[in-house]
């Protein structure tokens, strides 16, 4: 498996209508235009980890970790985070995809209030991934 194409079957699931039926707005970790009005808004990181080429075969794995920070207003508890870390496992959690990419089990840290924007509460959810070649 290529990162690009790590990259791309990640990404298309965020794009699929089992999460943007959620209507929660989500941008890359690297996103620089706006988003300063909205108060609630997912980030994100994609880090592959480790990779190796198969000694018989030749097929590259990778591993690593797809990393959501969940934002939401501050001041409502954890209850949102929470019920958007829910919806992010019905999308990830466990999932086998036909380009050979298992996803893990996920857990969410929360981190509080998000220092540069203290009308925002900061969550981060993990999930690894491993994927078994092309």
């Known amino acids: ?14 794009g699929s209508s089992t999460w943007t ?4 707005p989500t941008y890359p970790e ?4 706006k988003i300063s009005s909205q108060n609630e808004f997912c980030r994100i990181n994609i880090i592959p980890a480790n990779s190796e080429i198969a000694h018989y075969g030749g097929d590259k794995s990778i591993s690593g970790n797809i990393i959501v920070d969940i934002y939401v207003k501050s001041g409502e508890g954890q209850a949102r985070v929470m019920a ?17 990419l298992e ?7 929360t981190l509080g209030l998000d220092t540069a924007n203290k ?6 959810y993990l999930i690894p991934f491993k ?3 092309e």
Do not use: C, E, H, R
């Open 84 to 100: 958007i870390a829910d919806l992010l496992d019905i999308l990830l959690q466990t999932k086998n995809l036909s380009n050979g």
């Open 131 to 133: 994927s078994y070649g």
């Open 21 to 24: 039926s959620n209507n929660i």
């Open 103 to 109: 996803l893990g089990t996920s857990y969410v840290t």
């Open 119 to 124: 009308s925002l509460y900061n969550a981060k």
């Open 30 to 33: 690297n996103y620089q235009g």
């Open 1 to 14: 498996m290529t990162f690009t194409s790590l990259m791309t079957s990640i990404n298309a699931l965020f």
